[in-house]
């Protein structure tokens, strides 16, 4: 047991000083008390947040993230630059990815992502078999290799294998590029059982499933896996991509004669353990109806704008009493504040007002911003995190004060300081579980984590990986 003494922190009922958090030997907090005295406590000066889920991650495009910036057209197509044509240099990238580098990548990672102060991270994984597509002789090898990064880095896990047997609406056939992703209904949860029982006693990590996207299952599939699912846990969190593009909503209409997040609440039954990733492109209807069945909008608005989807109808879903949180997805940007910052911006820029994800008059925005990822990252997560409250996991980071532009600050101005007008990291130390596994902004195996990386690029730059199709 140990006793972390904070000089500030934001705790469930508002921020406080002097605060004492009592860590139990499992990482959990066993008790907090205000107005404490230090003595015999490790003190941390600054100002310490709750840890941010981080929801949505493929762990691996990290490798490739700036190197799709070349201009089309597609060659094969003509086609203008789009999701789609960074998918097809996405699905070259893959040809060279070996398990190693799937590792060495998401190590490096998790590293950068406790840095900026992700302490757990949902990843949605969908890279599991050989280059031909053939099974490793174990077919979780994979994701058994992200599991050993998140843990060689220190951060909690949500762990999602993929479920992909299609390349389009009603079963189409899948495309060479999809092939390393395949698996039926008995493959999968092959998969995803073995993993289960491998983490059935580790606090830091959980198990989930994640079907890609209704391009690629088909309902049968569907329905098939969840029933299974259920059969063994009934609140494992289900992830899935949705609405992400117009294309993808032309399509589903095409094929079913419904907009996919319309198909999807009449044919599933969607509540708080799904996390619907994207849904950029609803009605008011489809909305509105998501934001009462407790589903999670996983929202990335870096990588969003990055591959230019659109922007979610943040303002509305909120309104509507909608829950979201947010992820790096492709991690172009690893950066909690950016993520924050651009969805209330995308917010503003469409409705041209300000402070629009406040939530009343004379509200901090950073706050409610702030904490409201964190309900809905805690959710899409399915673990106890996201709150500095007794029983929770005892994840927290801590911004550094000292220095501009947080300077001389406090509260919610703080917060307020950090998510906007802050563009360095002050993110001094991390604790995950109740160990600290940042200090004075470093990680203690940083070296081996950049070391590991630089080989990687080289080994893919080698051969070159970052083609267009």
């Not at 009605?283 to 990055?306: F, I, W």
């Not at 940083?446 to 051969?463: F, H, I, P």
């Amino acid at each position: 047991m140990t006793t972390l003494h904070l000089e500030s922190a934001l705790l469930p009922d508002g921020w406080a000083n002097n605060v004492s958090v009592t860590v139990n030997s499992d990482g959990t907090i066993g008790h907090i008390s205000k107005g404490s005295d230090p003595q015999g406590s490790q003190v941390i000066p600054g100002a310490a947040l709750p840890g941010m889920p981080n929801l949505h991650s493929h762990a691996f495009q990290r490798a490739m993230a700036g190197l799709g910036e070349i201009s089309g057209p597609a060659r094969d197509t003509g086609e203008p630059d789009s999701f789609w044509t960074w998918r097809q240099i996405m699905y070259g990238f893959l040809h060279s990815l070996t398990p190693d580098h799937i590792e060495a990548i998401a190590f490096k990672l998790y590293v950068d992502m406790l840095k900026a102060g992700y302490t757990s991270v949902a990843e949605f994984h969908y890279v599991h078999h050989n280059p031909d597509g053939t099974p490793y002789d174990d077919r979780a090898e994979t994701s058994r290799r992200t599991l050993a990064a998140a843990r060689n880095a220190g951060i909690g896990i949500t762990h999602l294998p993929v479920l992909y047997n299609h390349g389009g609406f009603g079963g189409l056939a899948p495309t060479d590029g999809q092939r390393r992703f395949l698996n039926n209904a008995d493959e999968f949860m092959q998969i995803v059982s073995a993993l289960h029982a491998d983490s059935a006693d580790d606090p830091q990590a959980c198990v989930g499933i994640a079907p890609h996207s209704l391009r690629a299952v088909t309902p049968e599939l569907l329905s098939d896996v969840i029933g299974t699912l259920n059969g063994f846990d009934t609140k494992a969190p289900i992830h899935i991509h949705i609405a992400e593009q117009t294309k993808e909503v032309d399509d589903c209409l095409a094929w079913s004669g419904q907009r996919p997040v319309e198909w999807l609440l009449d044919h599933q039954t969607v509540d708080d353990r799904w996390c619907l990733i994207h849904a950029t492109h609803m009605t008011d209807g489809e909305t509105d109806a998501m934001a009462k069945s407790g589903a999670v909008a996983g929202l990335c608005p870096a990588t969003e704008a990055n591959l230019g989807d659109g922007i979610f109808s943040a303002a509305r879903f909120a309104a509507q009493g909608g829950i979201w949180g947010i992820g790096s997805d492709s991690h172009i940007s690893v950066n909690v504040k950016e993520e924050l910052r651009w969805l209330e911006y995308g917010q503003r820029l469409i409705h041209r007002q300000r402070t629009m994800l406040a939530g009343g008059a004379e509200c901090s925005t950073g706050r409610a911003l702030y904490e409201s990822a964190l309900k809905g990252g805690t959710r899409a997560c399915a673990r106890p995190i996201g709150a500095i409250e007794e029983g929770r996991r005892a994840d927290l980071f801590v911004l550094n004060t000292e220095k501009m532009p947080l300077a001389g600050l406090s509260g919610d101005a703080l917060l307020d300081a950090w998510l906007f007008a802050c563009d360095t990291n002050p993110i001094s130390d991390v604790f995950v579980g109740g160990k600290q596994v940042i200090s004075d902004g470093f990680h203690v195996r940083e070296d081996k984590a950049e070391a590991g990386m630089r080989a990687v690029m080289e080994s893919l730059t080698a051969t070159q990986a970052f083609t267009r199709g």
